[in-house]
């Protein structure tokens, strides 16, 4: 069976520390996240290769990621973020380019895990400005993992950390 090529995309980091609850930031918690879930991958499948946009906490343009996605070739690039807005928003969603394809698949199919897992489903967006959406050459989503503004979704997070790694 051919490998199947995942580059992952934990978005912000360095400069750049995306949304803050406190001391929580949304680049400290995707980078757990995107390496939490390289290690699933790695480890549950013979025939898989990941790629990462950071593994440490720096910043790297979006262009760059993408290009960077492009040049490993990829087979699916997915960004992990957390959403912000006030205190009582709350829920998951996923962002692609275009509501059909490969990509719009995949994200229906992750909304109802997240869902199942405990998040509010806001569901697949439509999303044409973001470069790590636009410029990949391969199915390409964007999950936002729950609000850092909203403590419930903070606790989910926490709690079900394992659950939304495997799905």
Known sequence: MATK??????????????ACNGKRTEASDVLRLGLAIKKKLLAEYNNVSV????????YE??????????NFNADLFVSLHRDSASASANGYSSLVFSNSGKAK?????????????????RGTVVRTGL???RTTSMPALLGENGFISNSSDNKLFDSKFDKIVEA
């Open 61 to 70: 343009s979006p262009t760059k990621k993408a290009q960077d996605g492009n």
């Open 105 to 121: 698949i995949l994200a229906d199919k992750l909304n109802k895990r997240m869902e199942e897992i405990g998040f509010r489903k």
């Open 5 to 18: 090529k995942v580059f992952l995309d934990p978005g912000h980091g360095g400069k750049d520390p995306g």
């Open 131 to 133: 470069a790590v959406l």
């Open 51 to 58: 790629g990462m946009s950071r593994t440490s906490d720096i």
